[in-house]
């Protein structure tokens, strides 16, 4: 397996990236829903002459069709169109375009080139990094997928400029994480909400670095990389119980506020660090409303995240701002502690 690129860069110099390569492709797609095809399309297609024939694949937008029958319709397009395992598909969009896209390009006649371009703050800081595909099955998420690099990811950090305020906090979520568990200056830069915008390269830089020496040092998981779950299992199963309510980085905003509460109460971090977390948490986010009968299926939730081992949940635990721990094995009745903590903040 290559190292996974990525180019944090400006759109005009994706043509060069692209030649460099020194490859050639019998048909190139790209990828894009109806959001990107009309808020980047235009400014790729501007400054990548190259792409000027590819054929484009548009996909409405939204998790909801994260599914396999879209992936049977966009294989059933690339044979219709006479694609061969010498094609390219570059994926424009958010984490769902670049989560299915990647799973069909790594899927189809064997895997085909495939090349990531993010267009939101989640994109770009974490689902277009790190070799992940898939797809969702009924109301389960990403249950089918592969491991699959692109031959590099672009990001570009002015396609940020159309995105939903809603969607570019939540990417914001995945930023705090970042800071978490391993870079305390990062979580520093965060609290100047005035420079946030001026900022951003910075912030963008400092999110991928941490996510990509994660995946490249253990690419399936098995070590460290673990410590990109902080905030994931509490956070996963309020987004599954919730569905489309409540978006990834907001749910993750108020995992972290758990998973925090669970270091403070195992003795890894003190209560100042506690409610550090909590008020950098609550300055992107507002509180998702919990109520006290959602608390059991919400555990119910955690219980089948794939992570745990011998039915015991799995937790990366903070020991301080900018350090952390994996495998941390947590009893039930904690997990279920710390829902009813931030319930009652
Ligand atoms: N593979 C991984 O490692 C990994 C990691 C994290 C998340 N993910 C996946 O990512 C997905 C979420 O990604 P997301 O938050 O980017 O959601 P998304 O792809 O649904 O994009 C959010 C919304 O923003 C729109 N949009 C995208 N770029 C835009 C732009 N520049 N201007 C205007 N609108 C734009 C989209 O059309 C969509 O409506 C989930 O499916 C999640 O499972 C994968
Ligand atoms: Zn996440």
């Given at each position: ?162 995105l939903p305020e809603r969607e570019f906090m939540s990417g914001m979520g995945e930023v705090i994480k970042y ?167």
């Amino acid at each position: 397996m290559t190292n996974p690129t990525y180019y944090i860069d400006s759109i005009v110099n994706l043509e060069s990236k692209i030649t460099e390569l020194n490859k050639t492709w019998t048909n190139i797609y790209l990828l894009v829903d109806e959001n990107t095809k009309a808020d980047c399309l235009p400014s790729v297609m501007e400054h990548v002459p190259f792409l000027k024939d590819a054929n484009l694949l548009v996909l409405d937008s939204g998790e909801e069709n994260k599914t396999l029958e879209i992936c049977d319709s966009l294989w059933s397009s690339l044979i219709d169109t006479g694609a061969d395992r010498k094609s390219l598909l570059i994926n424009l969009g958010g984490g769902v375009i670049t989560d299915m896209g990647g799973f069909v390009a790594s899927t189809f006649k064997r895997g085909i080139d495939f090349i990531h371009i993010p267009t939101t703050l989640l994109g770009q800081v974490d689902a277009a990094i790190g070799g992940k595909t898939g797809v969702n099955l009924e109301y389960s998420k990403n249950q089918v997928g592969t491991f699959a690099h692109p031959l590099f990811t672009f990001i570009d950090s002015q396609f940020l400029r159309t995105l939903p305020e809603r969607e570019f906090m939540s990417g914001m979520g995945e930023v705090i994480k970042y800071g978490l568990i391993a870079d305390k200056a990062l979580f520093e830069l965060l609290k100047d909400k005035q420079s946030l915008i001026a900022n951003l390269e910075t912030i963008i830089k400092s999110s991928t670095d941490i996510k990509n020496q994660y995946v490249t040092t253990d690419f399936k998981e098995e070590g460290d990389r673990k410590k990109l779950n902080f905030g994931h299992t509490v956070g996963h199963a309020i987004e599954s119980y919730y569905m489309v309510e409540v978006l990834h980085g907001e749910a993750i905003g108020a995992g972290m506020i758990c998973e925090s509460y669970i270091s403070f109460k195992q003795g890894k971090i003190t209560e100042q660090v506690l409610n550090e977390v909590n008020e950098m948490v609550f300055s992107f986010f507002d509180k998702i409303e919990l109520e006290e009968k959602m608390l059991e299926p919400i555990l119910n939730e955690m219980k089948a995240d794939k992570k745990n081992v011998n039915g015991k949940l799995n937790f990366t635990l903070l020991t301080g701002i900018g350090t952390s721990e994996i495998d941390h094995f947590i009893e039930d009745e904690m997990a279920k502690d710390s829902l009813t903590y931030y319930f009652n903040l």
